[in-house]
């Protein structure tokens, strides 16, 4: 795999990693409930740890990865999607946070896929599988919960 391409992906997911952080975070502050409180502390905590790993790929290099020679990164898939915000209604934000989680998963699960090395393909498995673990607890959040009481509106 080129550089260039290697650095692409690797940043993509950084930079979806520190905006999911700053939503959790600041939802964490923003909410009344204190379960929700928790999920959204844990979350942004999770976060923060994926982007610590993938900040370590990226010092690594691509020399020292073991990915396919050429791919399709689909980075267009996130492309006008507007910037997850607790100043959006509360269940646009956490449908649009439901989303994201999809898709990181989504993403992780492909860039395993690309791997020819299966400690490498691990970690992203059990990355996709976190992200898989924050849209379903984002989904019953969803379901359950008042916004109007918890999300402090």
Same mark, same amino acid.
């Given at each position: 795999?080129?550089?260039?391409?290697?650095?692409?992906?690797?940043?993509? @997911?950084?930079?979806?990693?520190?905006?999911?952080?700053?939503?959790?975070?600041?939802?964490?502050?923003?909410?009344?409930?204190?379960?929700? *409180?928790?999920?959204? &502390?844990?979350? @942004?905590? #999770?976060?923060?740890?994926?982007? *610590?790993?993938?900040?370590?790929?990226?010092?690594?290099?691509?020399?020292?990865?073991?990915?396919?020679?050429?791919? /399709?990164?689909?980075?267009? @898939?996130?492309?006008?999607?507007?910037?997850?915000?607790?100043?959006?209604?509360?269940?646009?934000?956490?449908?649009?946070?439901?989303?994201?989680?999809?898709?990181?998963? #989504?993403?992780?699960?492909?860039?395993? /896929?690309?791997?020819?090395?299966?400690?490498?393909? *691990?970690?992203?498995?059990?990355? @996709?599988?976190?992200?898989?673990?924050?849209?379903?607890?984002?989904?019953?959040?969803?379901? &359950?919960?008042?916004?109007?009481?918890?999300?402090?509106?």
């Amino acid at each position: 795999m080129k550089k260039t391409e290697f650095e692409k992906i690797i940043n993509f @997911a950084i930079g979806n990693e520190i905006e999911a952080q700053e939503f959790y975070s600041q939802a964490a502050e923003k909410v009344k409930s204190p379960q929700l *409180k928790d999920m959204f &502390n844990g979350f @942004a905590e #999770d976060e923060k740890n994926h982007e *610590k790993l993938l900040k370590g790929y990226l010092k690594k290099g691509p020399d020292k990865m073991h990915f396919k020679e050429s791919f /399709d990164a689909n980075f267009a @898939a996130s492309v006008d999607k507007p910037k997850l915000s607790v100043s959006m209604h509360p269940a646009d934000a956490l449908a649009l946070a439901m989303k994201s989680e999809e898709e990181a998963m #989504d993403f992780y699960t492909y860039v395993a /896929d690309l791997s020819n090395d299966s400690g490498e393909q *691990k970690v992203f498995k059990e990355l @996709a599988e976190m992200e898989r673990g924050h849209k379903l607890k984002m989904e019953k959040a969803f379901k &359950n919960v008042t916004f109007s009481a918890d999300w402090g509106m």
